[in-house]
């Protein structure tokens, strides 16, 4: 089946620094990825459309600066945290569109970043 | 603009009892409907997804879902669960087109807690 991974798992960074998250679709081309949030006890919520080789679309209310989006190649999506606060202390997950099949989505198995 | 509703935030029920878990959508064009499972700090699993044709669509671990087309309702049902099938519940909609219209709208979880 379809696999997506995520790198990493968990995360704890200062105040101020950067994080990176990578996103990758391991049996399967990907020319669309998308990066969802989702708070404890809550739903996710999308916030950004990643397109291969494109400029990320973000979702209303996200902050582009923030949350760097990269997509260069058809297996692979990063997400950088730039400047983390700890409000920004969240379970990220990422999902992947196949290329062929473009109804579904391959969801990774998250990471939490605990910023402090 | 497609929503989903949940309107159960948390259902319990005992081991080997059956349970559904409702699930109600709006959509202003044709719709894929998918059901995704959360165990604690991972990402999403499939369970079942209805796409075309029958309405009743069956999926792992037992759950059966069924698409109501007059009642824009796809309510997810197990005949008897067990403990394990402790989790959070996701009903999702997307529209049929490739685009922003495939985008995942996700409801916002129905907790099921399976107790002995």
């Known amino acids: 089946g379809a696999v997506v991974s995520q790198h990493p798992s968990r995360v704890i960074c200062k105040s101020g620094t950067s994080v990176k998250i990578e996103c990758r679709s391991l049996d399967f081309q990907a020319t669309t990825m998308f990066w969802y949030r989702q708070f404890p006890k809550q739903s996710l919520m999308l916030m950004a459309t990643?397109?291969?080789?494109?400029?990320?679309?973000?979702e209303q209310g996200v902050e582009k600066d923030k949350f760097l989006i990269n997509h260069a190649s058809l297996t692979l999506s990063t997400l950088t945290v730039t400047s983390a606060h700890p409000e920004d202390s969240s379970f990220y997950i990422c999902?992947?569109?196949?290329?062929?099949?473009?109804?579904?989505?391959?969801f990774g198995p998250g990471t939490r970043l605990t910023v402090t | 603009a497609q929503s989903v509703t949940q309107l159960d935030s948390q259902v319990p029920v005992f081991e080997e009892a059956p349970v559904e878990l409702r699930c109600n959508y709006s959509?202003?064009?044709?719709?894929?409907l998918f059901w995704y499972v959360q165990y604690p700090n991972q990402g999403l699993q499939l369970l079942l997804k209805y796409l075309s044709g029958s309405t009743l669509v069956k999926g792992i671990n037992g759950f059966e879902a069924e698409f109501n087309k007059s009642q824009t309702s796809f309510h997810l049902r197990k005949p008897s669960v067990h403990i394990s099938d402790t989790a959070e519940y996701f009903c999702?909609?997307?529209?049929?087109?490739?685009?922003?219209?495939?985008?995942?709208?996700f409801g916002t979880g129905t907790r099921l807690q399976v107790t002995l």
């Open positions: 999702a909609v997307s529209g049929d087109q490739t685009g922003t219209a495939s985008k995942l709208t």
């Open positions: 990643s397109n291969e080789g494109s400029k990320a679309t973000y």
């Open positions: 999902s992947a569109r196949d290329r062929i099949l473009t109804y579904e989505q391959y």
């Open positions: 959509s202003s064009v044709s719709v894929y």
